[in-house]
Nanobody, 124 residues
Framework: QVQLVESGGGLVQAGDSLRLSCAASEHTFSSYHMAWFRQAPGKEREFVAHISASGDSTDYTDSLKGRFTISRDNAKNTVYLQMNNLKPEDTAVYYC?????????????????WGQGTQVTVSS
């Protein structure tokens, strides 16, 4: 069982930046694919970004490419999401997810473990 704990959310203004962190309890963290999803009020949870176990491959939802960057530090069992030029439509709860199996990285069903989420609110 992998435990994931997100942090770094908060209330910011449009144009600001935030870096989210997700710390994993699993000592074999480096064997897990990691991802960030987000869920806005009244909407389904949507894919944001994925990073491979080694960190050498990343995927993003098209609309966020260039503003968001996913990275990981396997020595610290942590994955990050750097978010720049934030917009009010980025307001959501951001979730970290993990899986040790291959699959479709852009859907929630592709991940076995989830964090509790961290709230990001962007004011205009």
């Amino acid at each position: 069982q992998v435990q994931l704990v997100e942090s770094g959310g908060g209330l910011v203004q449009a144009g600001d930046s935030l870096r989210l962190s997700c710390a994993a309890s699993e000592h074999t963290f480096s064997s897990y694919h990691m991802a960030w999803f987000r869920q806005a009020p009244g909407k389904e949870r949507e894919f944001v970004a994925h990073i491979s176990a080694s960190g050498d491959s990343t995927d993003y939802t098209d609309s966020l490419k260039g503003r968001f960057t996913i990275s990981r530090d396997n020595a610290k069992n942590t994955v990050y999401l750097q978010m720049n030029n934030l917009k009010p439509e980025d307001t959501a709860v951001y979730y970290c997810a993990a899986t040790s199996f291959g699959g479709v990285w852009t859907i929630t069903a592709g991940y076995l473990y989830w964090g509790q989420g961290t709230q990001v609110t962007v004011s205009s």
